[in-house]
């Protein structure tokens, strides 16, 4: 049992091994489940068959990643096609020595699978989706999305409804994080309302890494240095089709600054002064952080929405569960906790019976 938290290491050995155990045998369960009716698709086509399963209850079309073998020797590029023969939009990521990674824009309907061929070709994929890039300005119809010099987006303008999202740049935070007695367990209210004592920023390292007819992703590269230097790389992706609603960041941080609580802050141009946010099983509104009420849990999802309701901004999230909202047009996503440890705390993970 760890959901108290005050455990020894190894008990987070065992929950890891096990989780990772039921997750596999959940994985194993859906794979052949649709193993078995990936049986009885018809799956001849001219290339090779890949069959795409969406297990939602809405139909949907996002971007596909697949690696793709080729034991007779890899090809120049592929490029793909639906179950009626039609072209899709697609590109080579990336190529080993028997095999590729390709992505692709896939509609599939809800619960349910398709079939897509993959086809050997001697020029790459050239439908046109809107997607485009000019220095640091990218687009893909949807949204127009601008960095500035310092590796911050500064602007996301939504070509729909002709509207900006931002008040301000999406900015990385770094505050204090000092609990002198749950550093393991405590946020303290001051660490969070007070001014960051820092930010990632410039010099920045940005550049494109993806370009092609499904996606478009710019990347940026920062490091922080105090005593330590902390890396950040984040992968910012528009995509083409059914996915151009979401704006994707990919965050990959080789973090070593102690005493720290990262923070990714979206100041909106939308305003409330309540949120709502995502409880798995239902949704719960509320306020600005109070001193009863400002490191938050939720689970995929908070949202402002403005108090006219006609213009919202959600914030989507798929591992991270700490949020706060210290006004009211900006919500902010913990990424790191590392709390600072006095020379006389021996275990910041086991902090004994704590208050209630």
Not at 145 to 158: L, M
Not at 227 to 240: C, D, G, H, K, P
Not at 309 to 314: E, I, K, L, N, P
């Amino acid at each position: 049992m760890i959901l108290p938290g005050p455990v020894s290491p190894a008990a987070y050995e065992f929950s890891w091994n096990d989780e990772l155990l039921s997750l596999n045998q959940f994985a194993s369960i859906t794979q052949n489940a649709v193993g078995g009716v990936c049986q009885l698709l018809d799956t001849q086509v001219t290339g090779q068959p890949v069959v795409v399963y969406n297990p939602l209850d809405m139909p949907r079309e996002d971007i596909v990643k697949a690696t793709i073998y080729f034991p007779s020797g890899l090809p120049a590029v592929v490029r793909v096609y639906d179950g009626n023969g039609i072209e899709v939009p697609s590109q080579v990521i990336s190529k080993g020595q028997d095999h590729m990674t390709i992505l692709f824009l896939a509609a599939v309907p809800s619960v349910g699978v398709s079939v897509f061929d993959i086809r050997e070709s001697e020029t790459p994929c050239t439908i046109d989706t809107g997607l485009s890039i000019t220095g640091n300005t990218f687009s893909n119809g949807r949204y127009t999305v601008t960095i500035d010099d310092n590796g911050d987006i500064e602007s996301i303008y939504d070509l729909l409804n002709a509207h900006e999202l931002l008040a301000q740049p999406l900015r990385l935070e770094l505050l204090n994080d000092y609990s002198p007695s749950w550093p393991a367990w405590e946020v303290l209210y001051n660490d969070v309302q007070n001014p960051p004592y820092s930010y990632v920023s410039a010099p920045a390292d940005i550049k494109v890494v993806e370009s092609g007819p499904a996606r478009i992703t710019i990347e940026v590269r920062r490091t922080f240095v105090n005593e330590t230097t902390s890396t950040f790389i984040q992968r910012i992706s528009l995509s083409a089709g059914g996915a151009s609603d979401i704006i994707s960041v990919e965050n990959l941080v080789d973090w070593q600054t102690q005493g720290t609580l990262l923070k990714a802050s979206f100041p909106l141009a939308v305003s409330n002064s309540e949120a709502t946010y995502d409880l798995g099983m239902g949704t719960i509104r509320r306020g600005n952080n109070q001193s009863n009420s400002y490191e938050i849990p939720a689970q995929w999802w908070a949202d402002i929405t403005d108090n006219s309701g006609d213009y919202g901004v959600t914030i989507l999230n798929d591992c991270k569960y700490g949020w706060d909202k210290p006004t009211n047009n900006t919500l902010r996503l913990t990424l790191l906790h590392t709390p600072a440890v006095s020379s006389n705390y021996t275990d910041p993970g086991y902090p004994g019976p704590g208050p209630t």
